[in-house]
T-cell receptor, first 112, second 115 residues
């Protein structure tokens, strides 16, 4: 059965800090890994990673995949209160209909 | 692009009534739509997968007679919670996927409160 594990489960930091969120996976027929940010409503898409070692960047957020270690990290630099959210990592399953297996999520709280 | 809408955003109903939630892909054709349920401070739990024109595939433990899913067109899927009870109160989220692309785009969710 496909499995995605995120750590830490929760994190409290102050504005300006840098955070690193982790995601490890066990999945048959790995194709990609997705990161989402969820605030009060539904998740919004951040990144899709398919190749090992290639960093994807969007503003203060960046992410990289390590296929050898079966893991990915999401970095947020110079955190702001608006970064407070649940960050979800997900991996599409091995079947053709693309079911996503989600990790438990990391609850990030950024204090002013 | 890749916008998914959900309606209603919030619904309060009496125990025993049925509630229908709509999920629409606004700017792409969603060959596959997914329905999730989420409890506070928890991750998303997949309930079912629906492909346009065919019966939904339900996850283990999800009652198909209670959570009716219809995916009648490439832009619309509906979830009907039949004979809702207070324990059905939750945040229901749909997502849509275009063709064989891996990325799923999520609707804004529907908060259901059953009194």
């Amino acid at each position: 059965e496909d499995k995605v594990v995120q750590s830490p489960l929760s994190l409290v930091v102050h504005e300006g800090d840098t955070v690193t969120l982790n995601c490890s996976y066990e999945v048959t027929n790995f194709r990609s890994l997705l990161w989402y940010k969820q605030e009060k409503k539904a998740p919004t898409f951040l990144f899709m990673l398919t190749s090992s070692g290639i960093e994807k960047k969007s503003g203060r957020l960046s992410s990289i995949l390590d296929k050898k270690e079966l893991s990915s990290i999401l970095n947020i630099t110079a955190t702001q209160t608006g970064d407070s959210a649940i960050y979800l990592c997900a991996v599409p399953g091995g079947t053709s209909y693309g079911k996503l297996t989600f990790g438990q999520g990391t609850i990030l709280t950024v204090h002013p | 692009g890749a916008v998914v809408s959900q309606h209603p955003s919030r619904v309060i109903c009496k125990s025993g009534t049925s509630v229908k939630i709509e999920c629409r892909s606004l700017d792409f054709q969603a060959t596959t739509m997914f329905w999730y349920r989420q409890f506070p401070k928890q991750s998303l739990m997949l309930m079912a997968t629906s492909n346009e024109g065919s019966k939904a595939t339900y996850e283990q433990g999800v009652e198909k007679d209670k959570f009716l899913i219809n995916h009648a067109s490439l832009t619309l899927s509906t979830l009907t919670v039949t004979s809702a009870h207070p324990e059905d109160s939750s945040f229901y989220i749909c997502s849509a996927r275009e063709g064989s692309r891996e990325t799923q785009y999520f609707g804004p969710g529907t908060r259901l409160l059953v009194l």
